[in-house]
Each structure stands twice: as structure tokens, then as C-alpha cells.
């Protein structure tokens, strides 16, 4: 222990022991680890704090990305509907194209029927005229 003594003086003076340094160093290691286990914790505390940060940012740049990957996504979408109506477009307009040149194809059917029966109508009546010709006047055919 720490004692006191009085001196002569009067004035408080330390003796320091065995025994007492024995306490006083004690004390000092049992602090100094203290202190040592305290900067070791704080340290672990900002290790973990750093990785904690660094993945947030991870987390931060993975969102970017997903949020990206949602616009291309979206925008592929878009386009793929925008496809569709075109070939639904294209499939209309064939579909009507083949509908006009089926109609045209009967429509000239029609008109070369009626051509030969109006050739074959006028082949009779020039033949007609060609045999009143004959008959009635010196008229003969040429070739």
C-alpha cells in the first residue's frame, strides 16, 4: 500500500513499497490491455463500418444495373410490339394485295369472255356482209 508519512517539515510525503508498485503496475497493465482491448474493438467497429459502406455501394452500383436492365427491357418490349403491328401490317396489305389481283385476274377473265363474243359477233356480220356482197355485186374477199 501507499503510505503517508509525516516528515519533520510537516509535509505529506509518498513511500512507495514493494508491494504497492507491485498494485500500481498491475493496475497499469490491467489498463493498458483495457485500453489495447478498446482500440481493438473500435477497429473491428471500423472494419465492419468500411465494409458495410463498400457494400452499399455495391448495392448502389447493382441497382444502376438493374434499373438499367429494366429500361433495356422495357425499351425490347416496345420494339417487339412495335414488330408485331408492323408484321400485322404487312400481313393486312398482302392480304389485301392478293384480294385486288384476284379481283383483277377475274374482272380481265370477264372482259376477254366478252371480247370473244364480240369478236365472234362481228366475224359473223362481216361474214354476213361479205356473202350479201357477193351475192348482190362482183365484190370477192381477199386474204
Known amino acids: ?22 498494485v500500481l503496475l498491475g493496475i497499469l497493465v490491467s489498463v493498458s490491455m483495457l485500453l489495447t482491448g478498446v482500440v481493438q474493438v473500435i477497429t473491428k467497429f471500423n472494419s465492419i463500418d468500411e465494409k458495410i459502406r463498400d457494400l452499399k455501394e455495391a448495392n448502389t452500383a447493382n441497382d444502376k444495373a438493374i434499373n438499367e436492365v429494366k429500361s433495356v427491357s422495357l425499351q425490347l418490349i416496345q420494339i417487339d410490339k412495335k414488330l408485331d403491328l408492323h408484321l400485322q401490317n404487312y400481313e393486312s396489305r398482302n392480304d389485301m394485295l392478293a384480294l385486288i389481283i384476284g379481283q383483277m385476274k377475274e374482272v380481265d377473265e370477264h372482259n376477254r369472255e366478252r371480247w370473244k363474243e364480240e369478236i365472234a359477233k ?22
Open 122 to 143: 362481228t366475224n359473223a356480220e362481216v361474214k354476213q356482209l361479205e356473202n350479201y356482197l357477193q351475192q348482190s355485186t362482183s365484190f370477192r374477199v381477199r386474204e
Open 1 to 22: 500500500m501507499i503510505a503517508v508519512k509525516p516528515n519533520a517539515d510537516n509535509q505529506p510525503s509518498v513511500t512507495l513499497t514493494l508491494e504497492s508498485m507491485g
